[in-house]
């Protein structure tokens, strides 16, 4: 399916679905031809303003919502594919993404294989519950599995450069332009929060006289995660430390996931209840 097409499916997915959320609240999935990193535009506010950019002119590479990494298969080429340093390599789809409805909630699944010169390097599953809340407000439930199997792929990035996954905001969410990025520690702003442990990290902007906002909620597992922030717009969890910052092999046939919930919210960290979200997410609601 070409790129356009794929991209439209969400919307064509749920015409019919009087119990699904409307479509202009639905986040689009782009993948597809001419599309190297897979990812999801658009994003919306409650009140339909843009929460992600998909094409910033500040590191262009970033794209919206979006999953990838630097890796070597076997004793092959070390691929960044979070940089898309290389026009031979794509994350491209495997199987068709499908969508499913069931009452509030909004189901989706893909299959990806990372490619560079035609050979597999990773097979990748996304897996999305989108659920409506109340005064269009809504929660963006993400989960991801790499597993490797075609060898053991080795995993190079830093502890900044590799998307787990990214969130670039747009703007006029971002710090630069006059709103305020907060984690559950009570820290503020990128020099606070950068590469700091926290549960969750929200972003939030008043504009035209209406506050909104956007966190991201990472599960209690028993291992602490950190967070790269940038007051330009940027929210990125980052794997357990074991796995980040430093090189690690995952062995052929093994698997690495992660996931996350993304809130979206009326008002700020504080009015919107972000807090209170998380310790639903937490005891699993």
Not at 109 to 123: H, I, K, S
Not at 139 to 158: K, M, N, P
Not at 169 to 181: D, I, K, N, R, T
Request: proline share 6%; glycine share 10%; hydrophobic share 40%.
């Amino acid at each position: 399916m070409d790129a356009v097409r794929y991209a439209g499916a969400l919307a064509l997915a749920f015409a019919a679905g009087c119990a699904a959320p409307a479509p202009s609240a639905l986040p689009g999935w782009r993948a597809g031809d001419g599309i190297p990193i897979p990812h999801w535009f658009s994003l919306k506010s409650p009140s339909g303003k843009d929460l992600l950019d998909e094409s910033p002119s500040r590191y262009p590479h970033h794209c919206a919502l979006w999953i990838a990494d630097k890796v070597q298969l076997g004793d092959g080429p070390i691929v960044d594919y979070y940089h898309r340093t290389s026009e031979r390599s794509a994350i491209t789809p495997a199987s068709e993404a499908r969508w499913a409805t069931q009452d509030d909630r909004s189901m989706f699944t893909a299959t990806l294989r990372w490619v560079t010169d035609g050979t597999p390097v990773l097979d990748d599953e996304r897996k999305l519950v989108f659920t409506m809340l109340e005064a269009g407000e809504y929660l963006f439930d993400l989960e991801w599995t790499l597993r490797a199997a075609y060898g053991d792929v080795s995993f190079h990035s830093d502890a900044v450069h590799y998307a787990w996954p990214y969130l670039r905001l747009h703007p006029q969410f971002s710090v630069e332009h006059g709103g305020a990025l907060v984690d559950d520690q009570g820290r503020s702003g990128q020099a606070a929060t950068n590469l700091r442990h926290a549960n969750w990290v929200d972003a939030s902007a008043s504009i035209d006289g209406v506050t909104e906002g956007v966190a991201v909620f990472l599960p209690q597992d028993g291992e602490w995660r950190k967070f790269v922030t940038r007051d330009y717009g940027i929210i990125g969890p980052r794997r357990a430390d074991a796995r980040s910052g430093k090189p690690f092999v995952l062995a052929r046939g093994e698997s690495l996931g992660g996931r996350v919930r993304i809130f979206v919210h009326r008002g700020d960290a504080t009015s919107g209840k972000v807090a209170a979200r998380y310790r639903e997410y937490v005891a699993g609601r």
